[in-house]
């Protein structure tokens, strides 16, 4: 029998049935998997505990995008790399979804025994930090984070969208940064810089077109707007064209990134939902290829370049 550690984050989303742990337990041991359960207790918890799995076929993220970058994290501090696998149980589940998955965690877990397949996918890096799918600074970056988990466990996405509105109303700050692509350098002031490795983000389908998890490239996407007209306005843009081409934006693909912030400010970044505060004002963003992950087969066509 194979054996299967599952990570379960009981804050993660909305509250879930009593019991539902148990038929966890019992569809793994349906598809010959001995499991065990491991629990989230706190931040950086998870980390801990993906460092000291021993002898394991499969681990099992159950929790949100936040509790997979933890896990994720945790596996590339080891020197034998896990395959690794997302349940989503969050609010927004960006990568659940890209990944194929629906809204039932039980139906969901049959469908990655039933019909999962191993895959290998770029991770990105922040300075050596991972995040699995995007990560940024700026304008509405505080979002995630800054949403109370009793208001997403009652509202869901919704919450969400209560917190951007708020932030529309308080002062944008530009960000005056020099950054290097491809050895070209840029400056300017921005409001907010968001770099990705996913087709969905903050709950939009195809924010970025023609992503492949495993292309060797991520997409920087930098905006200069500061009025409140001007940031709405784009939003309307965001679903009805692609997003090189909506003004106030500037974007670029590539698998290396320099960034400088021209001044002594503490810098936050968002990493896959979480906050991330940086001791220094300098950063290097990379690609860590060949991260094995096990998924449905339902969006692999779309999602991976390599057969």
């Not at 337990?25 to 460092?51: A, C, F, Q, W």
């Not at 492949?212 to 007209?229: A, G, I, S, T, Y």
Request: glycine content about 6%; charged content about 30%.
């Amino acid at each position: 029998m194979k054996k299967c550690a599952v990570i379960y984050n009981p804050t993660s989303g909305k509250s879930l049935p009593k019991g539902f742990l148990r038929e966890v337990v019992t569809i793994l041991m349906d598809y010959e998997y001995e499991p065990n359960v491991l629990y989230s207790k706190y931040r950086g918890h998870i980390i801990e505990l993906v460092k000291e799995i021993t002898d394991v076929d499969l681990l099992i993220s159950l929790g949100g995008d936040g509790t997979f970058n933890e896990v994720m994290t945790g596996n590339l501090a080891r020197d034998e790399k896990l395959l690794l696998a997302h349940i989503p149980v969050g609010t927004t589940n960006d990568i659940g979804v890209m990944f194929g998955y629906g809204k039932n965690v039980i139906d969901n877990l049959k469908l990655l025994l039933s019909d999962g397949c191993e895959k290998e996918m770029d991770i990105c890096l922040v300075n050596e930090r991972p995040f699995v799918y995007v990560a940024g600074f700026g304008k509405f970056m505080n979002i995630p984070y800054d949403t109370k988990r009793e208001t997403k466990k009652k509202l869901g996405y919704l919450a969400y969208v209560f917190q951007a509105f708020r932030s529309l109303r308080s002062r944008t700050k530009l960000y005056d940064v020099t950054y290097t692509i491809d050895d070209e350098e840029y400056n300017g002031l921005y409001s907010f810089m968001l770099i990705g490795n996913a087709t969905r983000i903050a709950g939009i389908n195809n924010f970025f077109y023609d992503v492949k998890l495993d292309d060797d490239r991520f997409e920087v996407l930098l905006c200069n707007l500061r009025m409140k007209q001007d940031i709405v306005r784009t939003l309307y843009y965001l679903g009805k064209t692609s997003i090189d081409k909506v003004p106030g934006f500037y974007f670029h693909k590539t698998d290396n990134l320099k960034i400088k912030f021209n001044s002594t400010d503490r810098i936050s970044w968002c990493l896959d939902g979480e906050k991330f505060e940086a001791d220094n004002n300098e950063f290097d963003i990379r690609v860590l290829r060949n991260i094995r992950i096990m998924l449905p087969k339902k969006n692999v066509d779309s999602l991976f370049k390599k057969k």
